[in-house]
């Protein structure tokens, strides 16, 4: 995918955590800024989305809780009802939504983590 430089400026007591984490994540501090702006946006586009670290590398989740995007897909696809899939999360199905506009938006992000989930 092409990228473009942009900058932006953090507060100084900020930069060592931040390096800290790169480190920690073997990534230069660039790229860690990087995901993490880009994750903050996602998450502010699709409210309830967070993202967490898994065998795919950073997959998206239902915040508040331990299921992928992907399996919020998979349920889906078995029962072809949001207001199903709700009920078998014991959810609202504005979360069900969100989650199903985020794999729609990103298929191939999800496909992939599915994929590795399975494999792992």
Excluded: N
């Excluded at 990087?34 to 502010?44: H, I, T």
């Excluded at 989740?61 to 199903?84: F, N, P």
């Amino acid at each position: 995918m092409a990228t473009i430089v942009q900058s932006c400026r953090i507060e100084e007591d900020l930069a060592p955590l931040l390096a800290r984490q790169a480190r920690r994540k073997k990534l230069e501090v660039s790229t860690l800024s990087s995901l993490y702006l880009q994750e903050k946006a996602l998450e502010e586009e699709y409210p309830g989305i967070g993202f967490r670290d898994a065998a795919g590398g950073r997959e998206a989740y239902i915040l508040g809780h331990r299921v992928a995007v992907w399996e919020v897909e998979d349920v889906h696809r078995e029962t072809r009802s949001v207001e199903k899939t709700a009920r078998h999360f014991r959810w609202p199905p504005s979360v069900v939504r969100c989650a199903l506009a985020f794999a729609k938006a990103f298929p191939a992000e999800v496909a992939a983590h599915r994929a590795a989930e399975s494999a792992s």
